[in-house]
């Protein structure tokens, strides 16, 4: 699975970003979709998660201004992160991950490269 992520940058705080990411490759194989940040100096953290039939997962730090919603086609599986009323300590690289069915026994993980999101005035 290859994953290519868009849609960070730099934005004051109070403000909106919606990052995408395109999953290609054996989408047929992928169950559970999200984000994960990681700020410089701390590991890396789940932002939120969507599987397969729709269950939702979110980090309590951002549960109230986020929102992950996934999409598909036959060779291609989308999953967005609308971020709202973005905050300064929000500032990190955002990495798009996906676990196919079986994980980790039998299935693998794929990262992407990390989208760079700035809050800041």
């Known amino acids: 699975v290859q994953l290519v992520e868009s849609g960070g940058g730099l934005v004051q705080p109070g403000g909106s970003l919606r990052l995408s990411c395109v999953a290609s490759g054996r989408v047929f194989h992928i169950n559970v979709m999200g984000w994960y940040r990681q700020a410089q100096g701390n590991e890396r953290e789940l932002v939120a998660f969507?599987?397969?039939?729709?269950?939702?997962?979110?980090a309590d730090s951002m549960k109230s201004r986020i929102t992950i919603s996934r999409d598909g086609t036959k060779n291609t599986v989308e999953v967005d992160l609308q971020m709202n009323s973005l905050k300064p300590e929000d500032t990190a690289i955002y990495y798009c991950?996906?676990?196919?069915?079986?994980?980790?026994?039998?299935?693998?993980?794929?990262w992407g490269q990390g989208t760079q999101v700035t809050v800041s005035s």
């Open positions: 969507i599987t397969r039939d729709g269950s939702l997962t979110y």
């Open positions: 991950n996906a676990r196919e069915f079986g994980y980790p026994q039998y299935g693998s993980e794929s």
